[in-house]
């Protein structure tokens, strides 16, 4: 069963302070990873990926860790600021026979509190 | 990246009608996706609508209720048939460019009463 969880439905944090979402897969077969950010009345929008190759990919404020053994992965955003306040949703990607299938979580709310 | 654009933004339709939603993309794309987000739910792949073929339905969806045109490479249309309730949602259509990252229309928010 291919599954990507985020089991925390909201989150809030204070600006400057660390924002760390959460993101849970179900099978080793996932081998790349990425992160979303979300406006309301907006399509998501591409923030930051990580291959199942690595363990850490940096951009800018927004840092994802990847840890295959626990099959978890997390998004930083140091230092958070109001604009950060958007729904996050972790994806992954697994090899189904001769496709590539791309598997949604649920979404996190982040609001950061200026 | 690319400019995605979709129309309408939003409708509320009456059961049992029919509602065609446009993507169009300011550059030529092979691949283009429609996703489905219904309420409290993450977004679910209804079909890839590829240029000159017929579109790929994933499973729990099929061409009669969601039929899709692609008549080139920039644009393409969902229908959502014949409607009922449950087919109120956010639909987005979406290219994929190079990574595997998908870049998303701003979606089309439709009720159906």
């Known amino acids: 069963d291919q599954q990507v969880k985020q089991n925390s439905p909201s989150l809030s944090v204070q600006e400057g302070r660390i924002s760390i979402l959460n993101c849970d897969y179900t099978?080793?077969?996932?081998?790349?990873f990425l992160w979303y950010k979300k406006y309301p009345a907006e399509g998501p929008t591409f923030l930051i990926s990580i291959s199942s190759i690595k363990d850490k990919n940096e951009d800018g404020r927004f840092t994802v860790f990847l840890n295959k053994s626990a099959k978890h992965l997390s998004l930083h955003i140091v230092p958070s600021q109001p604009g950060d306040s958007a729904v996050y949703f972790c994806a992954a990607y697994y090899n189904a026979g001769n496709n590539r299938k791309l598997i949604w979580g649920l979404g996190t709310s982040l609001a950061v509190n200026p | 990246s690319a400019v995605i654009s979709q129309k309408p933004s939003r409708d509320i339709c009456q059961r049992g009608t029919s509602l065609t939603i446009q993507c169009q993309v300011d550059s030529q794309v092979t691949m283009m996706f429609w996703y489905r987000q219904q309420p409290g739910q993450s977004l679910t792949l209804i079909a890839t609508a590829n240029q000159g073929s017929e579109a790929t339905y994933e499973s729990g969806f099929v061409i009669d209720k969601f039929p899709i045109s692609r008549p080139n490479l920039t644009f393409s249309t969902l229908t959502v048939s014949n409607m009922s309730p449950e087919d109120s949602s956010i639909y987005l259509c979406?290219?994929?460019f190079g990574g595997g990252q998908h870049h998303f229309g701003p979606g089309t928010r439709l009720l159906v009463l």
């Open positions: 099978n080793s077969m996932f081998d790349y």
């Open positions: 979406s290219v994929l």
